[in-house]
Structures are given as structure tokens and as C-alpha cells.
């Protein structure tokens, strides 16, 4: 198998189709609803919260709202009587199926659930699918998180209506270091291996650096990609500001951290400060023009363009050009 990620593939360009790459569509269909964009900020507490979730439903991106310190069902209630969708996050134990049971006797359906664990190649992720898709038959379930194709297919086969792959791969992740397991360091190799069993989206979480991996992701076979730290440093982010030599900072942990957990219990993850780099809109303004412009340099019109354009790997024993995936 080729072991590669992000920083050394590089995609090669196919005779131009456009005259302008405002012709470009980056747009996105997931569970009945088309997107502006292949992206979603995590689900994490430093990354979204309510007010961004909203101004991302109502100028048409997808959104994952995250499930620490939060009444789900009353985010539910908050984002119906908005008029738009709701696309919440639960994890396994007793409070999440206590969370639909309540939403299933309100009649509430959000249009959208992530069951969102660190291992997500669990028993425990099969029962709460069952549990979901048995009370909230309407709403679109994402699972994860995983890492290998087994577990995409037993997901899917479970009833999960797109998989998210990445265990390990984030910028505030230190599985790899505690545990010795995951996908950090070859994330875009697992993500291709992942999609060629895959029959539903896959959503591809972590590591994330620019913009140019988002086209990398879609061509290894994503429909989606999850950011956190490209999106945590910025002026409206939920983490806390900061201050170093008068240089203004977003804090952003990880959900496995102690500061998420409030405790220092199977920690998994660390607090780091992203650099305020402005507004969220502009930066989502700037990665749609981005993709645009990757579909333009791909020969395409249309984001799945990017799945048919060859590539290179840099460096390293898999190094050489590739002409077919
Ligand atoms: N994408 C990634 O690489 C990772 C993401 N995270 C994020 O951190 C957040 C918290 O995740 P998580 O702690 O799973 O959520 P929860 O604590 O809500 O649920 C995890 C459940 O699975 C059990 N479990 C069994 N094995 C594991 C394992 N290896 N890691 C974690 N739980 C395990 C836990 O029991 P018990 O606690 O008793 O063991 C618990 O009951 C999530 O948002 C998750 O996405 C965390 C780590 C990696
Ligand atoms: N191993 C851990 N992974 C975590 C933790 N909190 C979140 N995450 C994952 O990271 C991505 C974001 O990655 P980035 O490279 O874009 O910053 C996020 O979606 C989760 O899957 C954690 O504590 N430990």
C-alpha cells in the first residue's frame, strides 16, 4: 500500500474548460441538501458554537454543532424556529439516547446527527445507530470517528449514512503519542483506502493544513472534509482570546483534552493558540474561491472533476507520478 498525506502528493493540472474560474461550482450534496462548500468546522467547543452554527445554516454551508455543556434538543427547538436545519452531535452513553428519546417524543428531528467517539469501530456506535435510525427515521446519521476499511463497511452496514474517517490526524491530537495507533502522518492514504470500499459520503476529519487539501481530499475520495484548526483562530471563534507580545490569539483544544473534560482522565488531546487571522466569513469566502480554482486547474466545472486528475508523490520510497488511483 502507498503511505502518503497531504504535504507530499501534489496534484497535476488538466487542460483548462473555463474562462473564468467563477464558473467553478465547489458546491457539495449531503443528505438532500447542497452545500457551498466540501468543508465543516468541527464539532468542537473552540471551533463552533450556536451563533456560528446559525450564520452557517443560513448562508448555506454545513454545519456540525458540537456536544459538550449543551441542551441539544433546546439547540434543536432554537435552529427550527430559525427556519433552518439542525445538525447536532451525540456520543454513545445513557444521556445521548436520553437526548433522542426526548427529541422522538417532541416530534423534533434534526436533519442532521454526527455520532461522534474516538473509536468509533464499536459496538456501542451500532446500538446508538440502531437507537437513532428506530426513533428519528428522518434524520441523515454520520459515524466515527474511524481509521481502516473494515470499519467503514461495518458502519455502513449498520445503518450509517456516511462514515467519518481520521483517528489521530488533528493539529491538538496526541492519540498517536498515548496510544500508538491512528492515522496521523498518512491521513490521505487511509482516507483513499477507506473510499474504495466506501458506498456512502465520507467525510474526511483531520489535518486540514490549506486550503489545497481540501481538492486533495475530494480526489482521494472524500465528499467532505471536517477543519478545526484552520477555523479556530478567528474573530468570532468560541475559544478564549489571548494576548502573547501584544500578538492576539484563539485558544483551541482538543475534545479528549483535559481542558474539554475537566479532568485529566484517558487525555488525548492538548490546548494550543491559533493566531487571530480575521473573519470567519472571509476565510470561507477565500477556501471557495480556492476550490474553484483547483476545479478550474483539474479540466472540470464541478467538484467531483477533481476525482479524475493523476498525481505525484514527493519524496520517499512510494515517490513517482500516477497516472490512475
Ligand atoms: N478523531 C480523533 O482522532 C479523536 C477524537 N476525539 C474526540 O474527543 C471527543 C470525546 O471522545 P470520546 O472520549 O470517545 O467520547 P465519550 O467519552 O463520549 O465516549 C466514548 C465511549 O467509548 C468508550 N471507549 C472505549 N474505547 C475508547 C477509546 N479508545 N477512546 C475513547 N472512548 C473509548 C468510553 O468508555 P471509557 O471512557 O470508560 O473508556 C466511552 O464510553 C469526541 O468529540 C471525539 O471525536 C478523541 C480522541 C481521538
Ligand atoms: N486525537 C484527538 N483528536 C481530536 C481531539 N479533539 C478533536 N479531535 C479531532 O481533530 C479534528 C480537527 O483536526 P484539525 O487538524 O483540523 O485541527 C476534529 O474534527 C476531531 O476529529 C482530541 O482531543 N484528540
Redesign the pocket.
Known sequence: MEIFDYDNILLLPRKCRVQSRSECDAGVELGGRKFRLPVVPA??KTVVDQKICLWMAQNGYFYVM???DLDNVQFVRDMHGAGVYASI?L???AP?RATVDTLAAEGLVPEYITI????GH?D?VRDMIGYIKARLTGSFVIA??VATPEAVIDLENWGADAT?V?????KV?I?KLK?GF??GGWQLSALKWCARVATKPIIA??GIRSHGDIAKSIRFGASMVMIGSLFAGHEESPGQTVEVDGVLYKEYY???SDF??GEY??V??KRILEPIKGKLAETLIEMEQDVQSSISYSGGTKLLDLKKVNYVILGGENAGEHLFM
Open positions: 464539532n468542537m458540537h456536544r459538550f452531535s456520543g454513545v452513553k445521548d461522534d467517539i474516538a473509536h464499536a456501542s466515527g470517528n467519518k481520521g483517528v489521530g490526524p488533528g491530537c492519540t496510544t491512528g492515522t476529519d483531520g482538543g475534545s479528549a474539554n473534560k482522565r484517558h488525548e488531546g
